[in-house]
């Protein structure tokens, strides 16, 4: 597939531009020893994203108000929720072995799968965005084609977001009230997203 190519390079420029997704990325890298639980969550999002669209799910919810709004609000209800938990307990790094804030692998990744599963921008960006990719007239399956571009994009997301979580511990690790700072500013992002998403939607 010859779009492969320009998609990755259009993808990779879309996920390096900071949002929900790195405020949770960052929070994870200050507050855990690992993030691979946060960015696997956020990676499950990505591919029911990209499963959804692939099936022909996302036009049908694109194409009606009451259930994108419905999606909208439960999609900003929830980022809002996990900034002013943010904010009401900042992360920040700990020294020694004690510095793993309690909360299950599983319950990390499920708050990462809510945050970009159930992001609608998200929803209508791959709606909009993959089939630009994609040829009906390709010699294999043009939901094949989706899978496949939605894969790519997972990955970029794997490689940026594990990045700007790792990078987040190391660089702010020695510094606890700056980490505290970038944790909260990370918990307002998130409230910022969720109001404006809800806003545009009801306005």
Same mark, same amino acid.
């Given at each position: 597939?010859?779009?492969?190519?320009?998609?990755?390079?259009?993808?990779?420029?879309?996920?390096?531009? $900071?949002?929900?997704?790195?405020?949770?990325?960052?929070?994870?890298?200050?507050?855990? *020893?690992?993030?691979?639980?946060?960015?696997?969550?956020?990676?499950?999002?990505?591919?029911?994203? !990209? &499963?959804?669209?692939?099936?022909?799910?996302? !036009?049908?919810?694109?194409?009606?108000?009451?259930?994108?709004?419905?999606?909208?609000?439960?999609? &900003?209800?929830?980022?809002?929720?996990?900034?002013?938990?943010?904010?009401?307990?900042?992360?920040? $790094?700990?020294?020694?072995?004690?510095?793993?804030?309690?909360?299950?692998?599983?319950?990390?990744?499920?708050?990462?799968?809510?945050?970009?599963?159930?992001?609608?921008?998200?929803?209508?960006?791959? /709606?909009?965005?993959?089939?630009?990719?994609?040829? *009906?007239?390709?010699?294999? $399956?043009?939901?094949?084609?989706?899978?496949?571009?939605? /894969?790519?994009?997972?990955?970029?997301?794997?490689?940026?977001?594990?990045?700007?979580?790792?990078?987040? *511990?190391?660089?702010?690790?020695? *510094? $606890?009230?700056?980490? !505290?700072?970038?944790?909260?500013?990370?918990?307002?992002?998130?409230?910022?997203?969720?109001?404006?998403?809800?806003?545009?939607?009801?306005?």
């Amino acid at each position: 597939m010859a779009g492969v190519g320009a998609f990755w390079a259009v993808s990779f420029l879309l996920v390096l531009v $900071p949002g929900a997704d790195w405020a949770y990325a960052i929070t994870a890298g200050l507050r855990h *020893r690992t993030v691979l639980p946060a960015i696997g969550g956020l990676l499950g999002g990505y591919v029911v994203l !990209t &499963a959804v669209v692939a099936a022909g799910l996302a !036009t049908a919810v694109a194409g009606s108000p009451t259930v994108l709004t419905v999606l909208t609000a439960a999609g &900003a209800a929830y980022l809002v929720w996990l900034g002013v938990t943010t904010l009401a307990h900042p992360a920040a $790094p700990r020294a020694g072995d004690g510095d793993e804030v309690t909360g299950s692998w599983m319950g990390r990744a499920v708050r990462g799968l809510g945050i970009s599963g159930l992001n609608p921008k998200a929803l209508l960006l791959f /709606l909009a965005l993959l089939p630009q990719f994609a040829a *009906r007239d390709a010699d294999w $399956p043009f939901a094949a084609q989706i899978v496949a571009l939605g /894969l790519v994009h997972t990955a970029n997301c794997a490689v940026v977001y594990t990045g700007v979580g790792t990078t987040a *511990r190391r660089v702010l690790g020695a *510094r $606890p009230a700056v980490a !505290t700072a970038v944790s909260r500013l990370s918990g307002a992002a998130m409230i910022l997203v969720g109001a404006l998403l809800l806003a545009e939607r009801l306005v």
